[in-house]
């Protein structure tokens, strides 16, 4: 469903080789994503941003969603790394 989810948000690019790139990194990054530690307060913010995407989405706010999205993916990035970290 979180798959889904930001594939829904992405959908109106329009662009096949934009969306099939965006798809690739998707999936590369999940299997990290997934390892990442357990974070709860950033889990939280994530979880908060994807009612707030929703939201944005519906008003049709693409600029803040754009920025969202942005933020969402960078704190995303940080579990990641933060588990790479502690395996380094």
């Known amino acids: ?35 990442g530690p357990k974070m709860p307060t950033v889990r939280q913010t994530l979880d908060e941003q994807h009612h707030e995407l929703v939201e944005l989405a519906l008003q049709r706010d693409s600029k803040a969603a754009r920025a969202l999205m942005d933020d969402h993916i960078h704190k995303s990035y940080q579990v990641a790394l933060k588990r790479y970290q502690e395996h380094a």
Do not use: N
Not at 7 to 20: E, F, I, K, Y
Not at 24 to 31: A, K, T
């Open 1 to 35: 469903m979180h798959s889904q989810f930001h594939r829904t948000l992405v959908a109106p690019c329009g662009s096949v080789w934009l969306l099939r790139f965006i798809e690739q990194l998707h999936d590369q990054f999940d299997r990290y994503r997934r390892l």
